[in-house]
């Protein structure tokens, strides 16, 4: 019976893990960003998708995209663990259109959503925010500092937000 449990547990774990590798998986945008070239006004977006891999039954990655008023592109920010064992900081930044892209191979959701005045008066907290972000160049999967520490430290740094993190956004409460 327990050589029964152990071989269904495998089998069930290992066939959560994706058959894409990561340099194949899609990185397509979701389609769910506004479009920067039809969308004047200022944005501030979280966006949430599962995991790679069999981690993604468990947790999500997490990234920020802000756009300013008029702007025909997006910044967007995030940690990523591997940067750091490659000697680079964990907080990245790019600009793009799309900031909704899959995370090698999941779809993104939106989180958080904020546009017009609100969000105009709120890019410069969170700009501010990112750069005093603590753990730039660090990264640990559990229990954090990792790439759901990073938008849920931002969103205690600006309340007014009022980012709400997914449950599965493992290492969210080391921001606390």
Request: proline share 7%; glycine share 6%.
């Amino acid at each position: 019976m327990f050589r029964l449990l152990i071989t269904t547990a495998s089998v069930l774990f290992f066939s959560a893990c994706s058959n894409q590798d990561w340099r194949t998986a899609s990185r397509e945008p979701a389609g769910i960003a506004f479009d920067p070239s039809e969308f004047s006004a200022p944005v501030i977006e979280v966006y949430a998708a599962d995991a790679f891999s069999w981690r993604g039954w468990f947790a999500v990655h997490t990234w920020i995209a802000l756009k300013e008023e008029n702007e025909t592109l997006y910044t967007v920010y995030e940690v990523v663990g591997w940067r750091v064992n490659q000697g680079l900081p964990a907080l990245k930044s790019y600009t793009t259109a799309t900031p909704d892209r899959y995370w090698y191979g999941a779809k993104p959701e939106k989180v958080l959503s904020v546009t017009g005045e609100k969000a105009k008066s709120l890019i410069p907290k969170v700009k501010n925010a990112i750069s005093n972000y603590p753990w730039a160049n660090e990264y640990t999967l559990f229990p954090g500092p990792n790439s759901n520490t990073f938008p849920a430290w931002v969103g205690v740094q600006v309340p007014e937000l009022e980012l709400k993190m997914p449950f599965s956004a493992i290492g969210a409460g080391f921001a606390d």
